[in-house]
Structure formats: structure tokens, C-alpha cells
């Protein structure tokens, strides 16, 4: 739809600036008037609405149009009211200039849209009008208001409002640089998914024939500013500061320049402005009685608001408006304003704010008609029911929230011991609460706690009987040393064992020594059938000991150690074994050591079996031989 001042405002630039009829064709599009009697009587009807609204500035509808124009739409209304005879903004009659002579009498080139397209993809007029006005260097660029409407037909029309922000983005509007906070406006305070605030602000705007930007510091103010008024979300006051910037007669390269940030600091948290919001709250629920025509009913709320913001911040005389002396005045003009001029309809009640469907839609809220628990959630967006809290009054506990509702939240803390405690904090506290990710301190339940004590638990038992084993395992290797540590040398290429003292009968034991880990039953068989490994038993459970690291290079700075029982090589001819694998218990740990047989003499290379048992399951496992007790003499 076209804002006939807008129209007008576009037809003087172009004629000071000089028509250029070839810049006209690569412009203009047009849709074809839909072939379904039902769909062609509502494009007609807004049409008719539209020049109906314009006092005299558009031309008449005929009814027997062909087109609907989706780019150029400005340029073509202004045309058609020249060739009308309309009057201008400034009451005088339109007189048809010599260079639009040509232009109205033959025309010019367009690109027409099948109507059956709109039947396959309703979005396509929205999607090619801001595509065709993004780069059209005579298109009025789109203010926030009519950034906001685009935005509510495409959410009408079935888009997420995140592809409608994306969409409206792409026709390079104004205020495409804060576009987010246009959009948040649309989404919070409009009213919800039919959006009868925007409705009503833009038919206003239209009617009052301004089309000016807020601007981005101001937009974003309307959008975010804190009131400081507990429960209330000021939608509605938010509203009527929008209609008195857009509606203003005082501004500066198209950007309103009546109200300032500065206004909006001095009535945060006041008395008065909380009444004022009421007041809002009381004429928007009477606008929108069905009894009352719309269009009128709208043009009084929206003349309303204005003078209601301009009373709140003593500023009509600025804007050069009729004074008044209350808000009380100025409500009882909206009652002769809605009845016509006529009687003044009785006062209306407040109205009863019904529970909306706030946050159930995503993108698009009803912060007018809402709860205060609505309003609490979208002021607090770190509040949410379960989730755990800190306060700086509380700084030791940690607080969950259990409930929410009008009246208030109830955060609770349940201490170590006791019950717990419940604390109730009014809505406009939230801010103070702080989400955290610690927890509680809790007692944990006593019996699992018992079952994981580290003498209970499976897998600690079997940790501590693994180091039990080692610890058996070096004990014996201590207790078993022979008496001079240079009765053995070691050889290499080959590694070996030699003698190098004489020795006598079962007077070299040698025992293995490393770490123990146990070996699961169901691998014992395999381990057995490999061979590879020294194993050792312990309460009947096998246990693999892994040698420490050899020294092997014999160098000296590097590290490793010798362990003879391991360094003793094996021999393919059993009889030149001087050393075979005989089973100690240490105890209860079942050991494979290396002994002599019979007696040695020095420089003796030491060979066991091939075949070593010390991979092997024992059989009754043998002391190691003890000294006889010399008889005492006689």
C-alpha cells in the first residue's frame, strides 16, 4: 500500500529534478489482478480502503484495472492523480506538466507477473516489491514503520520472522543498519501474531501524512529502554512515543527530532508514567470494541497517544499541538474523537488483561495483553523454572527455582541437613538473581556410599591384591639374594648368565622380579599355550610379571637393569641345562625360580630348558632347601 503524502512528496522531488521516462521501464513491475472473484474483490477493496484514507490525494479506483503494481507504485499514484485532477498536500488542484503529458497519454514499457504465480507462492508481490524498491534509486526507502509491516505480512504469510528480518533486510530499507531492533518492536509490543498495534499505528501515520524515521539511537530505545516500572512491560506506552515521532512536525533530514533519550530518563520509575501506561490500557481496550469502526477508532487512539505523550513530557507547546490540562482531558477528547464528534461515550473500565499466548510463539509475543509472569520472563530471559541461582544476599547457598506465577517466584535451598527452605521474591527482583552451574551440597545415599569404600569395591580389591603380589614378590626376591653378588656375571653376544664361582648343589636360586598384573581367567589357557610369560599364583588367581627394563646397550648413562633370572638363556639339549624351574611358595605366592641341580664349577655358562614350566600352572610347590641344624657334641 502507498502513503499518499509519500506519493505526492516523490512527484515534486521528480519534476524538480526532471522526468526521466527511459529510467521508468527497467523499474516496473507489475502483477497481474487476480482471475478468482473472491481474491480480486480483497486486492480491489484495499485499494479503495487506501484511497478512501488519503483525503482527497489519491485518484479513484474504476474497477476496471488490470495490474497491481509492485515497483514505481509511489510514482504511479502520483501520476494517476495528476491525470485525475487530485489536489496536492497543499489543497491546490495538480496540473499535468509538460513533460508527463507523454507519459500519461501513452505510457510505458512494464513487466507483468502472471496472477497464477501469487496462487503457487502467495510471498512472491511481498519478495518482488522489496526486491524491485531495494534498487530502484527513485524509491522512497522504507522507514521503520513500514519496515515493521513488511515484516508482519511476511509473518502472516507463514514465514519465520528470522527469514522475514533476511527478507526485509534485502530491499536496503533506512534502518537496515539497526534492522533487529525494528523487528524486536514489531515482535514485543504489536500485540502478538495479528499484530492490531501495528495496524493501528501505521493507518494513523498514513492518515496524520508523515513518513519519517525514528532514527537508530531512539529505535532502540523504544525497543529496550527499562521504564523501571515492576510488572509492566510499557508496550503500550512504547506504542504511543513511536506514533509521536513518526507523527512529528519537527525533524531534521526526515528523522524526527522531537522526543530525546533524555525524555525517557526523566519519567523512568515515576508514578505518572505508570499511570499513563493504565490510561493506554484503558483507551486501547476501548478502540478496539467492535461497536466502533475501526478507522476511526484507530485515528482516535493513535491522536491520543500523541497528546498523552506530549502532555507526560510537557511538550506540546514544542510541537505546536492543543494543550491540555490533564490526562483526564485528553481521555475524554479520545470519547468525543470515537464517537464522532457526538455525545462522548461512557468512561470505559480498565481492562481485564487476559493471559496470552506469550512466548508460545517463536519470533512474535503479545507483551500488551500478557501476565506479569510473561512480562517478568521476557525482562529476565536468564529465569527459567528448575534452574539453579545465586544472590549476593545469599552469597553461601544456592537457590533453585521452583515455581513462577504472578504474584511472585519461590526460589529454594535445601541445606545439608533439615528441610528445605523456601524464599518468595517479587518479579521486579529477578535482575538480582544470577544463574550458576554449582550445586548444592548434598549427603549422598549412606548405603552406596558403603558398597564404594575401597576395601568393598570389585575393582579396588583387585588393585590391592595386584600390589599385595608385587609387594610378595619383591619380599622374596630380598629374602633369596646369595651371598656375594660376584658369584654372577653377565655376558653379551650372546646374553648370558655365567658362574663365576664353584657352587654346590641347589646353592643358586635365582628369582624373578617385576611388575605382576593378573591375567583374566578366560586368556589364562592362552597365555599357558604361548608360553612367553613368567607367571606367578597368588589365592589361586594368575598373575604375568613384566621385567623391568634391561640394560642392553651396557653403556653407562643409559638406564635399565639386570635381573639374572631373566638373562639366563635357554638351551635346545636339556643336558646342557645347569639350571631348572622349581616352584617356592612365599606366603602364599606361588614363585617359578632357576636352581642348580647338582654342583658347579666357576665359569659356568648358566642355560635353562627350552621348554621352561615357569610358564606353566604349579604342582605342589616346594620350600627352598633349608640348612641341616648341626648336631650338638657330646
Known amino acids: 500500500m502507498v502513503n499518499a503524502y509519500n506519493a505526492h512528496r516523490k512527484g515534486h522531488d521528480i519534476l524538480q529534478a526532471g522526468v526521466k521516462a527511459e529510467l521508468l521501464p527497467p523499474n516496473s513491475l507489475a502483477l497481474e489482478v487476480a482471475t478468482d472473484s473472491k481474491l480480486k474483490e480483497s486486492q480491489f477493496k484495499l485499494n479503495r480502503k487506501m484511497v478512501a484514507g488519503s483525503n482527497g490525494l489519491l485518484a479513484p479506483i474504476r474497477g476496471d484495472e488490470r495490474f497491481l503494481t509492485l515497483a514505481n507504485s509511489h510514482f504511479v499514484q502520483w501520476a494517476r492523480a495528476m491525470d485525475n485532477g487530485c489536489k496536492g498536500p497543499d489543497e491546490n488542484i495538480l496540473i499535468v506538466s509538460s513533460d508527463m503529458k507523454p507519459l500519461l497519454k501513452e505510457g510505458w514499457s512494464w513487466r507483468i507477473i502472471s496472477g497464477e504465480a501469487e496462487k503457487l507462492w502467495p510471498q512472491l508481490p511481498a519478495f518482488a516489491a522489496m526486491a524491485m524498491n531495494s534498487h530502484n534509486t527513485n524509491q522512497i526507502t522504507s522507514n521503520e514503520l513500514e519496515c515493521m509491516m513488511q515484516l508482519a505480512d511476511l509473518y502472516q504469510a507463514g514465514m519465520k520472522m528470522d527469514e522475514a528480518i533476511l527478507a526485509v533486510e534485502h530491499s536496503s530499507p533506512s534502518c537496515k543498519n539497526y534492522l533487529q531492533d525494528v523487528a524486536y518492536f514489531c515482535k514485543m509490543y504489536c500485540g502478538g501474531q495479528n499484530f492490531p498495534l501495528l495496524q493501528c499505528l501505521d493507518h494513523f501515520c498514513k492518515s496524520s501524512g508523515h513518513s519519517l524515521l525514528i532514527g537508530e539511537e531512539m529505535m532502540n530505545h523504544l525497543a529496550f529502554y527499562n521504564f523501571k516500572i515492576p510488572g509492566q512491560s510499557m508496550a503500550l506506552t512504547r506504542v504511543a512515543l513511536a506514533a509521536c515521532m513518526l507523527s512529528s512536525r519537527k525533524h531534521q533530514d526526515n528523522i524526527s527530532k522531537l522526543v530525546y533519550k533524555s525524555d525517557f530518563d526523566k519519567v523512568k520509575g515515576k508514578d505518572t508514567t505508570k499511570k499513563f501506561d493504565e490510561i493506554l490500557h484503558t483507551l486501547w481496550a476501548e478502540a478496539q470494541d467492535q461497536k466502533h469502526e475501526k478507522s476511526l477508532a484507530f485515528n482516535a487512539f493513535g491522536t491520543a497517544c500523541v497528546r498523552m505523550v506530549l502532555h507526560l513530557l510537557q511538550k506540546e507547546k514544542a510541537a505546536k499541538q492543543d494543550t491540555f490540562e490533564s490526562f483526564q482531558e485528553i481521555v475524554q477528547k479520545f470519547q468525543d474523537d470515537l464517537s464522532g464528534g457526538g455525545v462522548p461515550a461512557p468512561p470505559a473500565a480498565p481492562p481485564v488483561l487476559a493471559t496470552s499466548s506469550a512466548g508460545s510463539s517463536k519470533g512474535v509475543q503479545d507483551l500488551v495483553n500478557c501476565s506479569s509472569k510473561e512480562i517478568a520472563l521476557v525482562q529476565n530471559s536468564h529465569i527459567k523454572v528448575g534452574e539453579r541461582y545465586i544472590h549476593p544476599d545469599h552469597e553461601d547457598k544456592i537457590f533453585v527455582l521452583s515455581s513462577l506465577e504472578d504474584t511472585g517466584a519461590t526460589f529454594q535451598y535445601t541445606p545439608l541437613f533439615g528441610n528445605a527452605v523456601d524464599l518468595t521474591e517479587s518479579l521486579d527482583a529477578l535482575n538480582k538473581w544470577r544463574p550458576t552451574k554449582k550445586e548444592n551440597q548434598s549427603l549422598l545415599d549412606q548405603q552406596l556410599c558403603i558398597q564404594r569404600l575401597p576395601h568393598k569395591y570389585e575393582l579396588v580389591l583387585k588393585d590391592m591384591e595386584r600390589i599385595e603380589v608385587n609387594a610378595l614378590l619383591v619380599d622374596a626376591y630380598k629374602q633369596n639374594l646369595p651371598k656375594d653378588d660376584a658369584m654372577i656375571g653377565f655376558t653379551q653376544h650372546p646374553s648370558n648368565v655365567v658362574l663365576l664361582t664353584k657352587a654346590k648343589k641347589k646353592k643358586i636360586t635365582l628369582f624373578p622380579l617385576g611388575q605382576c598384573s593378573a591375567v583374566a581367567d578366560k586368556d589364562l589357557q592362552q597365555v599357558l599355550n604361548k608360553g612367553k610369560q613368567?607367571?606367578?599364583?597368588?589365592?589361586?588367581?594368575?598373575?604375568?610379571?613384566?621385567?623391568?627394563?634391561?640394560?642392553?646397550?651396557?653403556?653407562?648413562?643409559?638406564?635399565?637393569?639386570?635381573?639374572?633370572?631373566?638373562?639366563?638363556?635357554?638351551?635346545?639339549?636339556?643336558?646342557?641345562?645347569?639350571?631348572?624351574?622349581?616352584?617356592?611358595?612365599?606366603?602364599?605366592?606361588?614363585?617359578?625360580?632357576?636352581?642348580?641341580?647338582?654342583?658347579?664349577?666357576?665359569?659356568?655358562?648358566?642355560?635353562?630348558?627350552?621348554?621352561?614350566?615357569?610358564?606353566?600352572?604349579?604342582?605342589?610347590?616346594?620350600?627352598?632347601?633349608?640348612?641341616?641344624?648341626?648336631?650338638?657334641?657330646?
Open 534 to 634: 613368567v607367571l606367578v599364583y597368588y589365592n589361586g588367581k594368575a598373575y604375568a610379571i613384566q621385567p623391568f627394563k634391561t640394560w642392553t646397550s651396557f653403556q653407562k648413562a643409559d638406564s635399565g637393569c639386570l635381573c639374572p633370572y631373566f638373562f639366563v638363556r635357554a638351551c635346545e639339549d636339556e643336558e646342557d641345562s645347569k639350571l631348572a624351574t622349581t616352584w617356592v611358595d612365599h606366603q602364599g605366592l606361588k614363585i617359578p625360580v632357576l636352581q642348580n641341580q647338582g654342583p658347579l664349577e666357576a665359569h659356568t655358562l648358566l642355560y635353562k630348558a627350552d621348554h621352561d614350566p615357569a610358564c606353566a600352572r604349579p604342582n605342589e610347590a616346594k620350600q627352598p632347601p633349608k640348612k641341616k641344624a648341626k648336631k650338638a657334641q657330646d
